[in-house]
């Protein structure tokens, strides 16, 4: 329920930002328009990590394992 509400909040403030971003670029606002895709950068790089597997980021931490045995080599 939390992830839906994520991308909900996520597609909601995406549209937001196009919306705005076309207004600037309509009003020659150069600056906002710099700015505000910036944002919309942070906003799709959140909603990737979100949205991703977290098969990767969950992974226990590897207490014991033989990682720094061969470092030698």
Request: hydrophobic fraction near 35%; avoid cysteine; proline fraction near 3%.
């Given at each position: ?36 895709n910036l944002v ?34």
């Amino acid at each position: 329920m939390k992830e839906a509400a994520l991308k909900d909040d996520h597609e909601a403030t995406l549209g937001w930002l196009d919306d705005s971003l076309e207004w600037s670029r309509l009003k020659g606002r150069t600056r906002l328009m710099t700015f505000l895709n910036l944002v919309r950068t942070e906003v799709l790089f959140e909603k990737d990590f979100t949205e991703s597997p977290r098969s990767i980021r969950n992974r226990a931490p590897a207490t014991g394992s033989s990682f720094g045995t061969n470092r030698g080599i």
